[in-house]
């Protein structure tokens, strides 16, 4: 059986899926300062500490 593996951190591709929106958008709000990201390998990843969901999903709906 499979175990399910917790990560501390969200790729653009997963956080583009949970706020709705395209890959390219959270790279231009990375770019921006509006999501603090850190480079690892070729992708950038969002550390689960350093973002609020519920603030950026308001930001999107305005």
């Known amino acids: 059986m499979a175990q ?3 990560k501390d951190f969200y790729t653009t591709v997963e ?4 706020l709705g929106i ?3 958008s959270v790279f231009k709000r990375v770019r ?3 999501i ?5 390998g070729r992708d950038f ?3 689960k500490k350093d973002v609020d969901l519920k ?3 308001s930001e999107l709906q305005r």
């Open 4 to 6: 399910l593996v917790q």
């Open 15 to 18: 956080l583009a899926k949970l």
């Open 22 to 24: 395209s890959r390219i």
């Open 32 to 34: 921006r300062g509006s």
């Open 36 to 40: 603090k990201a850190q480079k690892m």
């Open 45 to 47: 990843v969002i550390f």
């Open 55 to 57: 603030k950026l999903t």
